[in-house]
């Protein structure tokens, strides 16, 4: 299993139209400070890429949002920051005119080390879950104002998901090998 991250990316393997923006951590004796979301990052902000809301999330180590289903919006694109904690997050490629159709990435996303916004595109299936041994802060920009008609959710028996072992994605086989690192 392989988990990517600024430091051991692997261009080659990402899934098309997903973007990893590094951050940068401002530090000195009053504390730290990260800008998050700029108008000046074309990649990450611009046509298309707006500005519509911003939520956060905190969840408990070794859960996962939404257990056994994959999230999936046909028209909004998420751009996920860790702001404390430690997460993975899935991304599964099951857009059909996609060159990586079938391709699942796992992202390793820390606060306190190469923290970067990960851009998930349209249609593409998604997930998280907490792998530090705190609660973890999750940001999310969306492209679009929360609609819960646009949000769609498929379960993971019927999106047919593989690890590159060939098994069916499930949290439980992350949360093993993170939780027997502790």
Same mark, same amino acid.
């Given at each position: 299993?392989?988990?990517?991250?600024?430091?051991?990316?692997?261009?080659? %393997?990402?899934?098309?139209?997903?973007?990893?923006?590094?951050?940068?951590?401002?530090?000195?004796?009053?504390?730290?400070?990260?800008?998050?979301?700029?108008?000046?990052?074309?990649?990450?902000?611009?046509?298309? *890429?707006?500005?519509?809301?911003?939520?956060?999330?905190?969840?408990?180590?070794?859960?996962?949002?939404?257990?056994?289903?994959?999230?999936?919006?046909?028209?909004?694109?998420?751009?996920?920051?860790?702001?404390?904690?430690?997460?993975?997050?899935?991304?599964?490629?099951?857009?059909?005119?996609?060159?990586? %159709?079938?391709?699942? %990435?796992?992202?390793?996303? *820390?606060?306190?080390?190469?923290?970067?916004?990960?851009?998930?595109?349209?249609?593409?299936?998604?997930?998280?879950? =907490? =792998?530090?041994?705190?609660?973890? =802060?999750?940001?999310?920009?969306?492209?679009?104002?929360?609609?819960?008609?646009?949000? %769609?959710?498929?379960?993971?028996?019927?999106?047919?998901?593989?690890?590159?072992?060939?098994?069916?994605?499930?949290?439980?086989? =992350?949360?093993?090998?993170?939780?027997?690192?502790?």
């Amino acid at each position: 299993m392989e988990f990517i991250s600024l430091k051991n990316k692997d261009t080659s %393997n990402i899934i098309k139209d997903v973007l990893l923006y590094p951050l940068k951590i401002n530090k000195d004796e009053s504390g730290v400070l990260v800008e998050t979301l700029r108008k000046d990052w074309p990649l990450i902000y611009g046509t298309g *890429r707006e500005f519509s809301m911003q939520y956060f999330s905190v969840t408990d180590p070794l859960i996962a949002r939404d257990e056994d289903v994959w999230h999936y919006h046909p028209n909004q694109e998420d751009r996920f920051i860790v702001a404390y904690g430690e997460v993975v997050t899935a991304v599964a490629d099951n857009r059909e005119d996609s060159p990586t %159709n079938g391709l699942l %990435n796992l992202f390793y996303m *820390r606060s306190d080390v190469d923290p970067y916004i990960l851009l998930i595109p349209k249609r593409t299936l998604h997930g998280f879950m =907490v =792998v530090s041994k705190t609660p973890a =802060v999750l940001l999310n920009f969306p492209t679009s104002l929360y609609d819960p008609k646009e949000e %769609n959710r498929v379960s993971y028996d019927v999106a047919k998901v593989k690890f590159s072992d060939g098994s069916i994605f499930n949290w439980d086989i =992350v949360r093993k090998l993170f939780n027997s690192n502790g």
